[in-house]
């Protein structure tokens, strides 16, 4: 064998060994383009304003930026039980884009200066048969007061919700609110 064979072999095994290892990834780890359609729009899958007690408002918010195909967030207030809370999902063309995601927002949950300890409410409060990976915590936090927050991957979606919680609206209100938007998601995932 020449060295210009030699070269060449060089050159195309690792070129084979990569294209071999994409190919792979992409069947494996799940890739596909676009955004969800038909019922399966994040737009589609928020909560809405009927979700929650009367005299709750929302602000459709669309302005934050990331890596989602599609993303979307409602903002709700409720003068009379003076609470709020944020309900955002993102959809992601991969699972492991959706993981990534969900590890980032993980850190939310440290204690530091400002909030904690988080607490996990009893799994009687809320236990997700559908997400792939979720965590629901509350704490105290100093510029938002008592609230709780629920970061969730369901395939290749991402959910966040943060409600605060108040004397008219606890823990267990926010129970249906986190079922109902597993009961939302739940069509829109493969298993």
């Known amino acids: ?63 934050f930026e990331n890596s989602a195909s599609d993303s979307a967030s409602y903002l709700f207030r409720n003068q009379d039980d003076g609470f709020d809370a944020n309900h955002r999902i993102e959809y992601y063309n991969t699972f492991f884009l959706a993981w990534q995601a969900y590890k980032y927002n993980h850190k939310i949950f440290r204690e530091d200066k400002y909030s904690g300890p988080w607490i996990s409410p009893s799994r009687e409060i809320f236990t997700s048969q559908v997400a792939s990976q979720y965590n629901f915590a509350c704490a105290n936090d100093a510029v938002l007061g008592n609230q ?36 939302r998601i739940s069509p829109c995932i493969s298993k």
């Open 1 to 63: 064998m020449n060295n210009l064979s030699k070269r060449i072999l060089l050159i195309a095994i690792p070129i084979i060994i990569t294209s071999g290892l994409v190919s792979w990834y992409i069947s494996n780890i799940g890739s596909s383009s676009g955004i969800p359609e038909g019922s399966c729009s994040v737009k589609k899958i928020l909560l809405g304003v009927n979700a929650f007690p009367a005299g709750t408002t929302a602000l459709f918010d669309e302005s």
């Open 148 to 183: 709780c927050i629920l970061i969730a991957r369901y395939g290749r979606y991402f959910v966040f919700f943060r409600s605060s919680v108040t004397q008219k609206f606890a823990v267990m209100d926010i129970a249906p609110l986190l079922q109902e938007i597993d009961a």
